[in-house]
């Protein structure tokens, strides 16, 4: 009787975090705020490891996520999809078992002509998942599929396990290649307009000027993969707007809210996903690539690591609908913002992530994540099989959704 009754207080609650997704997705649509991402693709020249890393801040009004493993030929392959995606062939981050990774970001300044095929930007990174090996191969599938069907306005960022690191700006008739290695940085930072499309038109410019600070405040411009993961991801300041600093939020009271307006900062109340995929030094291994993935908004969620070699997704990231992790994100999201009209949807009340009580659960976050960061290289130093990273991935999981469950 009592496990019955435990399964039913599970389901309600889970019908409730829906609900409040649902809520702030009809609020964040009215704001415009939908299909803006924050992105960066970092060569091995600029990584601490010689890894490249891919990142993406997935900004959407499809604000409930899964992830999906798809078996596919010649290359399976994970990917972050929308939660009503049964198929996988609507990818908006992925990795596959070559070690080829790819994300994109709409560009609002690209040509897009009246009556050509649009939108379908999560269609051919699945195909490009299922198809290429490298950078230089999903250049050969944008020569090959170039025209009024190919269906783009976007730019898309890869990675390979070649040393392959690239941007490219695509719409239906035409593309520029930008490589993160002849970068003088050796990275390429991307929001929502490219660099050859129309000047001083598109979107995410703030978000893009806050980007170009967070990595010019690293001085020996080396950036590690948990750096952007735990720091990069959660960022909540506008350069143009002065805000409350970082370490003055500890200092908050508990009893009072502190709101920040975050429309146009990294993360924000459309953030749906982050991912940041650590792949592999050229000639390394295709299966060391490591998809890390935080499902719902970064400072309400906890990255779980991912193999392709694993064949599998934890339930507790994938299954039907909404995840249960994201289920949970969406909890704590709907603390974070209580205003559920379009009007104030983007205010976040900072005195829940950090206050001088020490009831903000940030920290809680943070110190697991970095925990699970720390076991997971332990872990890849074994060189395990793909058994044990599918065992390895779903206990990571498992302990990631118990951690949210435990925040009130």
């Known amino acids: 009787m009592q496990g019955r009754r435990e399964a039913f207080l599970s389901a309600m609650r889970r019908v409730e975090w829906i609900a409040v997704a649902l809520i702030l997705v009809a609020a964040l649509s009215e704001g415009a705020t939908a299909d803006e991402c924050s992105t960066a693709v970092i060569s091995g020249a600029a990584s601490a490891d010689g890894r490249p890393i891919l990142w993406k801040n997935r900004d959407t009004d499809h604000l409930l996520n899964r992830v999906v ?29 070559a070690g080829f990774a790819i994300m994109n970001t709409v560009a609002y300044n690209l ?36 025209g009024p069907g190919l269906g783009s306005q976007a730019n898309f960022g890869a990675i390979d396990a070649a040393g392959g690191a690239a941007v490219f700006e695509v719409h239906n008739n035409g593309y ?34 806050r980007l170009t600070e967070l990595f010019r405040e690293d001085a ?63 000639g390394g291994s295709a299966n060391d690539a490591t998809m890390w993935v935080i499902l719902g908004e970064p400072v309400c969620g906890i990255a779980v690591p991912l193999w392709v070699e694993a064949g599998e997704a934890p339930p507790e990231l994938g299954g039907a609908g909404a995840s249960p992790i994201n289920a949970e994100s969406m909890r704590l999201k709907g603390l ?35 925990a699970i960061i720390e076991r997971t290289n332990q872990f890849l130093a074994t060189n395990p099989s793909a058994p044990e990273k599918a065992r390895f991935q779903k206990q990571i999981a498992a302990e990631a959704l118990e951690t949210l469950k435990g925040i009130r």
Not at 70 to 87: F, I, K, N, Q
Not at 124 to 144: G, Q, S
Not at 178 to 206: C, H, I, M, W
Request: charged share 30%.
């Open 111 to 146: 040509p897009r002509e009246s009556g050509e095929a649009a939108d379908l930007e999560g269609t051919i990174m699945a195909d490009a998942l299922r198809r290429c090996r490298t950078v230089d191969n999903f250049e050969d599938y944008l020569k090959e599929n170039t």
């Open 176 to 209: 520029r290649r930008l490589d993160a290695s002849s970068a003088p940085e050796k990275y390429v930072l991307v929001t929502n307009f490219s660099r050859s499309g129309e000047v001083d038109q598109g979107r995410g410019y703030v978000r893009f000027e």
């Open 69 to 97: 493993f798809v078996a596919e030929a010649p290359y399976s392959y994970l990917g972050v999809v929308d939660a009503d995606d049964a198929s996988g062939r609507r990818v908006y981050i992925g990795l596959n078992a």
């Open 336 to 370: 974070l913002r209580p205003f559920k009209d379009a009007e104030r949807a983007e205010y976040a009340d900072l005195s829940k992530l950090e206050n001088r009580n020490g009831t903000g659960w940030l920290d809680v976050l943070v110190r697991t994540e970095k």
């Open 220 to 282: 020996d411009g080396k950036y590690a993969f948990d750096q952007v993961l735990g720091d990069f991801t959660r960022d909540m300041r506008n350069p143009y707007v002065p805000g409350l600093d970082p370490a003055k939020r500890a200092k908050l009271p508990a009893d009072r809210p502190a709101y920040v307006y975050t429309q146009q900062t990294i993360d924000r109340g459309s953030t749906a996903s982050a991912v940041v995929i650590h792949g592999v030094e050229a």
